[in-house]
């Protein structure tokens, strides 16, 4: 398929025929291709469950409130946002990017591009990402907003627009598997309807770890699992062309 059917073919499908199997390997597999989505400052703070043993699919079918899609998948992926890992993954992205740049930047170039990497990753992402009880945000929103009056700024700093900013890019990730699963013919279903509490205690997932979503994996059972017509509002309604 092109990326026109593709984008056609996938549907939030909620009942899977349990005699149709997908290798789990396929399905890792497109979960290392959602890696390569787009996300705010190469930060990666996400994680993904692939879940494939029996008794572990009732388990997150029930916190899922036993919806359809996930008492009738064989495979669910829970994807999770990593906040608590700020620190370490902006030390491998700054050590990544000392290489990426000795090795294709000009060498004329290559000190000022380091130099900026370093406080970029070594600076200001631990101090956007840092978390105390919202205080370290309010001095962040605070401080960006004084400086906002001299010249452009980025005004979402607070620990809740973080929070935010990470959970879109795991969004990012998992479209880009539900994207890779419908171009091989595979089903899927975002859910965010479920008991988060319950689900981290199953996953035994850190405090810090958050739910962003659970994606139950499988082939439709024919129609009964698609609703009908595709419902979307009108595009002109939403489209703005200045």
């Keep these: 398929m092109n990326l026109n059917e593709v984008l056609h073919y996938r549907r939030s499908v909620r009942a899977y025929?349990?005699?149709?199997?997908?290798?789990?390997?396929?399905?890792?597999?497109?979960?290392?291709?959602a890696t390569l989505a787009p996300n705010s400052s190469?930060?990666?703070?996400?994680e993904f469950y692939h879940i494939t043993q029996p008794e572990l699919l009732?388990?997150?079918?029930?916190?899922?409130?036993?919806?359809?899609?996930?008492?009738?998948?064989?495979?669910?992926?829970?994807f999770v946002v990593r906040r608590d890992w700020y620190r370490k993954h902006a030390r491998f992205v700054l050590d990544f990017e000392r290489e990426n740049i000795r090795r294709y930047s000009p060498k004329e170039r290559q000190a000022k591009r380091i130099k900026d990497r370093e406080l970029y990753y070594g600076k200001l992402m631990p101090f956007?990402?840092?978390?105390?009880?919202?205080?370290?945000?309010?001095?962040?929103?605070?401080?960006?907003n004084i400086i906002s009056i001299f010249r452009p700024m980025m005004l979402e700093v607070s620990e809740n627009d973080m929070r935010v900013t990470a959970h879109k890019s795991?969004?990012?990730?998992?479209?880009?598997?539900m994207i890779a699963m419908a171009n091989e013919?595979?089903?899927?279903?975002?859910?965010e309807g479920l008991d988060s509490r319950r689900l981290k205690r199953?996953?035994?997932?850190?405090?810090?770890?958050?739910?962003?979503?659970?994606?139950?994996?499988?082939?439709?059972?024919?129609?009964k699992g698609i609703w009908g017509e595709r419902c979307r509002v009108p595009f002109d309604e939403v489209y703005r062309r200045i």
Aim: charged content about 20%; overall charge positive.
């Design 17 to 33: 025929d349990r005699t149709k199997l997908i290798d789990p390997e396929r399905i890792k597999h497109y979960l290392e291709l």
């Design 170 to 177: 795991c969004a990012l990730a998992a479209q880009t598997f």
């Design 202 to 223: 199953i996953l035994k997932l850190p405090h810090g770890a958050e739910i962003n979503m659970v994606i139950p994996c499988g082939i439709r059972d024919g129609n």
């Design 58 to 78: 009732a388990k997150v079918s029930r916190a899922c409130l036993d919806q359809k899609a996930t008492s009738t998948a064989s495979q669910i992926v829970v």
């Design 128 to 144: 956007v990402y840092a978390r105390f009880f919202g205080v370290l945000g309010l001095f962040r929103k605070l401080l960006v």
């Design 185 to 191: 013919g595979y089903d899927t279903c975002p859910l």
């Design 42 to 46: 190469d930060m990666q703070l996400w």
